[in-house]
């Protein structure tokens, strides 16, 4: 920590070595208008968050806490300055160089005290500094810049931007109930927006004590029906299912989200830290997951004269919309037809994998010449209909089809 405390110190001294010496030859310059200073200020400040986000300095709640109120300062200060000054200045340069030296570095630690983690210099101290929150400007303050952006949308009550920076800004200031009412004026302006249903469902659950029943796993459902790959909704419908007591829903909804978050590190650890969990569950009911589903396989009469006792039957199940590698598979002889078959998880081809952890799948059935799974001119093919594992315990069929 201490070496971190003595690199700022020493870019600090870089800067003000810079500084200093331009200040110093009183060159007189027209100022910058103040919109544009804030404007850069703020640009710059979101390059820090970002990276600080990237480094695993901020959380994600605090980056987006910490950004939130950026915007919301800097939005008040533009309308508060919506035109620009253009005067010289002639302030005393030494007295300027002076005060630079001695602002400079309690303005720099005040700004890292405020939205950084001084703890995070410190790696023996982490969990504690993750649990510790950041300085948080007064409620007063927060009161007033959350005051002057619902004047604003008074005034524009159709600003789909600004309703969404209020309604972040609620949330990330633990005001779950007033962003419900700012996340219900978003669904009315974008009503097929899948975010927005998203958003509002989190913050129905928070202001219900955490709670995704009801409206919220509807909402949900709808944000997952726009969009199948939404994040945070197939994040949100596998702890609802989870909530619900459903092990294997939950599973298949963080199934579906893991290669999503593939590239996100951290998101992805937590991801499969909640599949291990639902995996944990399901295998306390094992007599549950050993159901078997018991599949008549039978044939059309004009293809039943080809099949020999030589050849070989695969039976196998797998995701409808998911890769062709099957999730659970037998190898037969092919003969006799018709005949009932039964899978179960002893099948799964996947170690760890379960039948009933998938929402759909569909059965499938090869006649084989030559004894190898991968399809070849002559063989014979069956296929269901997709199905719901954890309501279907038996079905049926039928091969119908010859490869050309």
């Known amino acids: 920590m201490i070496i971190g405390w003595l690199v700022a110190s020493a870019l600090i001294a870089l800067a003000i070595g810079l500084l200093a010496p331009a200040l110093l030859r009183r060159q007189a310059q027209p100022s910058q208008s103040r919109s544009s200073v804030n404007i850069g200020i703020a640009r710059e400040r979101e390059r820090e968050l970002r990276r600080e986000l990237q480094e695993d300095v901020l959380s994600e ?24 000054e253009s005067r010289p200045t002639n302030a005393s340069a030494p007295v300027t160089a002076t005060l630079l030296a001695v602002l400079m570095p309690l303005a720099a630690l005040g700004l890292y005290l405020f939205l950084g983690h001084p703890g995070a210099l410190d790696r023996s101290a982490g969990l504690a500094a993750q649990q510790l929150t950041a300085a948080q400007p007064s409620t007063t303050d927060v009161d007033a810049m959350l005051s002057n952006l619902r004047e604003r949308l008074i005034e524009r009550p159709d600003d789909a931007r600004g309703w969404t920076l209020l309604a972040n800004a609620l949330m990330s200031t633990g005001r779950y109930a007033e962003a419900v009412t700012a996340y219900e004026r978003l669904r009315q302006l974008e009503p097929r927006n899948p975010e927005f249903l998203v958003r509002l469902a989190d913050a129905l659950a928070m202001s219900n004590n955490g709670s995704l029943t009801g409206q919220a796993t509807q909402l949900i459902t709808e944000a997952l029906a726009l969009d199948p790959q939404q994040i945070q909704g197939l994040w949100l419908a596998g702890i609802a299912a989870e909530e619900r007591g ?36 399901l295998q306390k009911n094992q007599a549950e997951m050993t159901t078997p589903l018991r599949i008549a396989v039978s044939i059309t009469p004009d293809l039943l004269g080809s099949v020999t006792s030589e050849d070989t039957l695969f039976l196998y199940a797998r995701a409808p919309d998911g890769p062709p590698m099957p999730v659970a598979a037998r190898k037969l002889s092919a003969l006799p037809l018709p005949r009932q078959i039964t899978l179960d998880d002893r099948a799964t081809v996947m170690t760890g994998g379960s039948l009933l952890s ?25 296929m269901t209909n997709p199905f719901d594992p954890t309501q279907t315990q038996e079905l049926a069929v039928v091969i119908n089809q010859r490869v050309p």
């Open 246 to 281: 459903e092990p294997i829903q939950a599973l298949a909804f963080w199934r579906r989200l893991e290669p999503l978050v593939i590239d996100q590190p951290e998101l992805l650890s937590e991801v499969r830290v909640m599949i291990g969990r639902a995996s944990t569950e």
């Open 61 to 84: 709640a605090d980056y987006d806490q910490a950004r939130a109120e950026l915007e919301i300062n800097l939005l008040s200060d533009l309308d508060q300055n919506p035109y620009p």
């Open 358 to 382: 998938h929402r759909q799948l569909v059965v499938g059935v090869h006649i084989s010449r030559s004894g190898n799974a991968l399809k070849s001119s002559g063989d014979l093919l069956g």
